[in-house]
């Protein structure tokens, strides 16, 4: 693996694991408002702060070193790298297309759902 590669896939393990610590520090938050025992256990700082810290750590350091995984990650940005992007006039004219077909259907199902509920508005009267 290169050093660009090892730059990218270390940055996205690190932030892999942040995301996964703040979703385990969310999780226990609600169900601390739940559950007696989790709320029992939310009054420690070390379970409130420590166990998401902990298993992001974990996470990021197994992710880090073992080989498997990093190999799989090199060979997912080598792939990417091999992507050809279309030009920036090409992305924005889709991009234009496709909202203005959004648009479209969306007024078109606007008028469908609006006569419909007219039609059985009259038919219930």
Known sequence: ???TNSKIV???FL???ALIGFTIATVLK???GAFGVVAKAMEF???RHGL???IALVLFVYLQFNKNILSWADEVIGEVKKVVWPPTKDTRGMTIVVVIMVLISSFIISF???FSGFVLNQLMK
């Open 1 to 3: 693996m290169d050093n």
């Open 30 to 32: 609600v169900f601390s």
């Open 52 to 54: 998401p810290v902990t």
């Open 10 to 12: 270390t940055l996205s």
């Open 112 to 114: 469908f759902d609006m």
């Open 15 to 17: 932030s892999f694991a």
């Open 45 to 47: 700082d070390l379970v």
